[in-house]
Nanobody, 125 residues
Framework: QVQLDESGGGLVQAGDSLRLSCVAA????????VGWFRQAPGKEREFVAG????????EYLVSVKGRFTLSKDNTKNTATLQMNNLKSEDTAVYYC??????????????????WGQGTQVTVSS
């Protein structure tokens, strides 16, 4: 069983930055593709960013491209989502998810096996 621990959410103003971390316990992180999803009140959960197991490939939601950067440190079992120039529309609960033995970047929520508990990001305008 893989346990994911997310942290780094909070309340910020538009234009500020936040760094979300996802730490995995109980596994070898280099085997896992990682994705970040978010869900705003009354909306469907949506893909935000994904990274392949090796960390060599990434994909982003169009609206966050150029502002968010996802990286993966397999030696620390940690994936980090750096979020810059935050906007009010980025307000949501953010979830980290992983899929074992994936060399691809996965954008569909159903492709992931394990999920974190979520961390709230609130951006005031």
């Amino acid at each position: 069983q893989v346990q994911l621990d997310e942290s780094g959410g909070g309340l910020v103003q538009a234009g500020d930055s936040l760094r979300l971390s996802c730490v995995a316990a109980g596994t070898t992180f280099s085997w896992y593709a990682v994705g970040w999803f978010r869900q705003a009140p009354g909306k469907e959960r949506e893909f935000v960013a994904g990274i392949s197991g090796s960390g060599g490939r990434t994909e982003y939601l169009v609206s966050v491209k150029g502002r968010f950067t996802l990286s993966k440190d397999n030696t620390k079992n940690t994936a980090t989502l750096q979020m810059n120039n935050l906007k009010s529309e980025d307000t949501a609960v953010y979830y980290c998810a992983v899929k074992q033995f994936s060399t691809q970047v996965l954008t569909a929520s159903g492709a992931y096996e394990y999920w974190g508990q979520g961390t709230q990001v609130t951006v005031s305008s």
